[in-house]
DNA sequence: GCTAATTGTCATTGC
DNA sequence: TTGCAATGACAATTA
């Protein structure tokens, strides 16, 4: 790691800035001071002072480590002195938000190319989410979100490069995923889209970084040492011994509590949502099942009715056969609306007077009123 | 340009 | 009390 990250550093031994800004913000008393730091960074010919380097990085606490680390990333993705100097000397800055560079001491050696400043940083120092999107749509092309691909891709001189960062921090647009050279250029844009235009790769920059998400560039431009998912998805009790045994500065810490509460944020929603379009399925499977039944049901219905009056019809027919058969003790027929059948419990029918057999049933229902 | 769907975020609540 | 998941509401974005 350590070698490969001096290794990338190796095109970024023209920047002095970048060298004294490191020095500036060496810890003090550790043992790699700034004169030690400086003597990390590779010239063109270092090949043999890499390896000491190294020996002397070996016996470094793992703080020094990560302090490093966090340099060390700075160097790997275009070292932005701004940044770093705002990561080591603003510990009480809110979130990440406080990121208007025109605070910096530094912002002014940086622009030197052009008389512009970071300090066009707007909208930065907020915590609305507007501000927030603001600020780093706007460190999207001017820190450690472009830096890498700029070092890795673009290969340009320091002069283009400077020019690029501040070009990018001039030109935050609100119009988001727009690269900028798909813009036009407006009057009050006109100086920084005039100087070097050629020489500017803007689609190389943002290419890579407009796929990054709001917090992945975050992330980036504060040099937090891990990614978006590493925050968002690790155990409670690593995140909380990543937050201590790291040495972040509260702005970190409180972007990176931010990133973790809106990942898992993010997920809880997600799931959410689907179970919410879960339980809708369910319940239009149910009321489809209960359609069907309903269907079957009705159908069902339909046929007992059809049987029963089937039935109905058996037995009037029958009714009528027994009465046209029947003969009183005269040889007479019997008449229908005088008498009825009656059927008893051993099976036996006997023919009953209406009346009587109209009394019967009062009294029966009488008792089953009684009974009741 | 309008609209519906999708997605991210915040605030709140309950565990 | 704190942390976290669940969820409603809202806004921005996308199709």
Redesign the pocket.
């Known amino acids: 790691m350590f070698a490969s990250t001096l290794a990338d550093g190796s095109s970024e031994d023209q920047r002095p800035e970048n060298l004294l800004q490191l020095n500036t913000s060496a810890i003090p008393g550790d043992p790699l001071s700034a004169t030690n730091l400086t003597n990390l960074f590779p010239t063109t010919d270092n090949n043999s002072t890499n390896s000491t380097n190294q020996d002397l990085l070996s016996g470094l606490d793992e703080n020094v480590f990560d302090e490093i680390n966090l340099m060390s990333l700075a160097l790997e993705e275009g070292f932005d002195p701004l940044e770093v100097s705002q990561l080591f000397e603003e510990p009480d800055s809110d979130s990440g938000l406080s990121l208007n560079s025109s605070h910096s001491p530094t912002s002014a050696s940086i622009s030197d190319t052009s008389s512009i400043t970071f300090g066009e940083e707007e909208g930065a120092a907020g915590y609305s989410?507007?501000s927030?999107?603001t600020s780093y749509d706007g460190l999207e092309g001017a820190v450690g979100g472009s830096g890498p691909e700029i070092n890795k891709f673009c290969q340009m001189d320091d002069s283009s490069y400077y020019s690029e960062m501040s070009l990018h921090n001039v030109h935050h647009n609100h119009t988001?995923?727009q690269l900028p050279n798909q813009m036009e250029p407006s009057p009050e844009h006109h100086y920084s889209w005039s100087v070097k235009s050629s020489k500017i790769r803007s689609p190389c920059v943002n290419a890579m970084d407009k796929n990054l998400?709001?917090?992945e560039r975050r992330a980036k431009s504060l040099r937090i040492p891990f990614s978006v998912d590493e925050i968002v998805s690790m155990p409670?009790e690593m995140?909380?011994s990543m937050l201590t045994k790291h040495y972040l500065t509260e702005t970190q810490v409180s972007v990176i509590r931010?990133i973790?509460?809106?990942?898992?944020?993010?997920?809880?929603?997600?799931?959410?949502?689907k179970?919410?379009l879960d339980v809708i399925l369910n319940l239009e499977d149910d009321v489809n099942q209960l359609k069907v039944q309903k269907e079957k049901l009705l159908k069902e219905q339909a046929q007992c009715s059809k049987s029963v009056s089937h039935m109905k019809q058996k037995l009037n027919d029958l009714y009528r056969d027994v009465f046209n058969r029947l003969r009183d003790e005269q040889g007479r027929p019997v008449n229908p609306n005088q008498y009825a059948l009656h059927c008893n419990s051993d099976g036996s029918i006997m023919v009953v007077p209406r009346r009587l057999f109209k009394s019967e049933q009062k009294k029966d229902t009488q008792k089953d009123k009684k009974q009741k």
């Open positions: 989410s507007d927030e999107s988001y995923n998400s709001r917090d409670v995140f909380n931010d973790r509460r809106r990942g898992k944020n993010k997920v809880a929603a997600q799931n959410c949502r179970r919410k």
